[in-house]
């Protein structure tokens, strides 16, 4: 079968067209032979979005940025997302602007809920969410410490000023005078330091010999400590009380009466006794002083006894004046 020259040429046209139309689709984003899906995303503000900006997932690239438009009415922005990917992404996943470096645009990620098992079709619009990037988290941060810089600033200007104010020349003389004064007062301690240093260099021998004595008698004392527990005081203190636990039972038994001892001390009997016994020892006595010839009768030629005259209160009375 023969080509005829009309037959190549429409050839030729259609394959121009086609390839026109592939190109054209391909420079806006789109693949003619790849199966894509495509979901939607409204913004109040895109934060500078671009068409063909990457969309992510985890990090990985799944599709880009299809179309960005505007809603006359309300003034919302429509993104449109063309995805290549198997992914289940669900209806309530998220769609995020944010922005991964400091130098790169902005992109949009898709945050998936792995709860939902209700996956998103077609055409369906996902919730928005932007995200702040590094910039404006820096310039969020920086503002306020400006603020506090500035009202610094000014404190230090106000204290300056101040300074100035109190630092007239009356002022600087004296400050002047003050910084004489204390060089002065820190060359007298210089001065003292070394006349300290000099005393202690003279009396170093007798310094060393009141430690050395204070040594000795830190060892003294700890043999007298080692003397003391070696002597153990503990169980001479147990044998101390037990003695006063018996002499306190031997005076209570002596007040209670109980005992010779205790009947002596405590019967008024006893007592009124050995009194009247001293009474008549005593009045014995005072008759034989002055009656001797009533006890010792020594007679040569048979002399009679002469009867026993018992002494009376009377006599003792008189032979005592």
Aim: charge should be positive; charged fraction near 25%; glycine fraction near 6%.
């Amino acid at each position: 079968m023969k080509v005829t020259r009309e037959i190549k040429t429409a050839i030729l046209v259609i394959a121009s067209i086609l390839l026109f139309i592939w190109g054209y689709s391909f420079l806006k984003g789109k693949d003619l032979f790849t199966n894509y899906k495509v979901l939607y995303v409204e913004y109040d503000n895109v934060e500078d979005l671009s068409a063909s900006a990457p969309v992510t997932l985890n990090g990985l690239a799944i599709g880009k940025v299809s179309k960005i438009t505007i809603d006359e009415v309300t003034g919302k922005l429509l993104v449109e997302l063309q995805l290549k990917t198997d992914f289940p992404i669900s209806k309530t996943s998220k769609a995020a602007i944010y922005s991964p470096s400091l130098i790169g645009g902005k992109q949009i990620k898709i945050v998936p809920n792995f709860a939902d098992k209700d996956l998103a079709e077609d055409g369906q619009k996902l919730e928005s969410q932007i995200e702040l990037g590094l910039t404006e988290s820096l310039g969020g941060k920086i503002e306020p410490t400006q603020q506090k810089l500035d009202r610094m600033l000014v404190s230090i200007d106000t204290l300056v000023h101040g300074l100035n104010n109190i630092l007239d020349k009356k002022g600087q003389a004296d400050l002047k005078k003050t910084l004489a004064e204390l060089s002065q007062t820190m060359e007298q301690f210089h001065k003292a330091g070394g006349s300290i240093n000099n005393i202690l260099d003279t009396n170093k021998g007798q310094i060393n010999g009141v430690v050395t004595n204070f040594n000795k008698m830190s060892s003294n004392f700890s043999k007298i400590s080692d003397s003391l527990n070696k002597a153990d005081l503990g169980k001479t203190v147990r044998n101390l009380n037990q003695t006063l636990a018996k002499v306190d039972l031997l005076m209570n038994n002596l007040n209670s009466g109980k005992g010779t001892a205790g009947k002596i001390l405590n019967d008024d009997a006893l007592y009124n006794n050995l009194a009247k016994t001293s009474k008549e020892l005593e009045l014995l006595l005072q008759d034989v002083r002055l009656y001797p010839t009533r006890y010792v009768n020594v007679s040569l030629f048979g002399k009679k006894n002469k009867p026993y005259v018992a002494p009376t209160e009377e006599t003792n009375s008189t032979d005592k004046k």
